[in-house]
């Protein structure tokens, strides 16, 4: 198998890595609630996966749906209180951790990481939001939804791939979310070597008309390209059309 990253649009990234294959906060429906996706979506490859990887319990991260199309057997890492809402819909292999722990998935480690985002859940269910480090031949971090902290700058050392939401689905964005800006500076406490930007240009809200695409769904990927330019030159910065494919390379 083929170390790789493929970005499947909005934050859910197939991670292919020493042979074992997992799935962040999969969101695989043409229409969420009033979200319409603007591109096409690739369902292809996602068959005999390890692990699925929830940062937190807001519906466009933990959507119940697009989690039994992988089927109720799937192991799903998850935000520590997230379990009984998954394990009431039948989802037979749930782990749940707090940031600082770790589960082993064949040879790789996958470590929960601090996040700063609100993640409560419409109608109840609480549970804290996390990122997540993901370490083998290479070495992963997907922040799920955060806001910049300093505590980014211990997440973990020789981070290869940065995985970092830069907008989300709308004209504005709510607290607790990076926009380009501030993912560019979060680039400055993460150190990484690459930095892929996610969490943009897949769902807009249906009152927003595709006749003329909104700028929401391109200029964010422009805009962070320009301010790590500026602000993290050493960072290489990699955007991925919703679908594309980036390789790495063993370490």
């Known amino acids: 198998m083929t170390d790789r990253l493929r970005w499947l649009g909005h934050s859910t990234v197939l991670i ?22 603007s ?24 959507d119940l749906p697009s989690l039994r199309r992988l089927g109720r057997g799937i192991t ?4 520590r209180g997230a379990g009984r809402l998954l394990d009431r819909r039948g989802f037979a292999s749930v782990v749940e951790l707090s940031a600082g ?11 929960a990481v601090p996040a700063e985002h609100d993640a409560r859940r419409l109608l109840g269910t609480r549970a804290e939001a996390l990122g997540y480090v993901v370490a083998g031949s290479n070495r992963l971090y ?28 709308g004209p504005s964005l709510g607290p607790g979310h990076l926009d380009p800006r501030s993912a560019a500076e979060a680039l400055t406490l993460i150190r990484p070597k690459i930095a892929v930007p996610i ?3 897949t769902y807009y809200p249906l009152t927003s008309a595709l006749r003329f695409p909104p700028a929401f769904l391109t200029a964010p990927g422009r805009a962070f390209v320009r301010a790590a330019a500026e602000i993290a030159p050493d960072v290489e910065v990699k955007t991925l059309p919703v679908g594309g494919t980036l390789p790495l390379s063993r370490q």
């Open 101 to 111: 722990e770790e589960i082993r998935v064949g040879p790789l480690v996958v470590q």
């Open 76 to 79: 799903i890492v998850a935000p």
């Open 199 to 201: 969490h943009w240009g």
């Open 142 to 169: 997907f922040s799920g939804d955060t806001a910049l902290f300093p505590g980014m700058a211990k997440l973990s050392s020789a981070i290869d791939v940065a995985l970092l939401p830069i907008w989300g689905w």
């Open 16 to 37: 292919e890595l020493d042979g074992v294959r997992l799935l962040t906060d999969p969101l695989l429906r043409s229409r969420v609630l009033h979200l319409r996706r």
């Open 39 to 62: 591109q096409p979506l690739e369902l292809d490859g996602l068959a005999e996966l390890d692990a699925v990887l929830v940062s937190h319990v807001h519906y466009d991260h933990l």
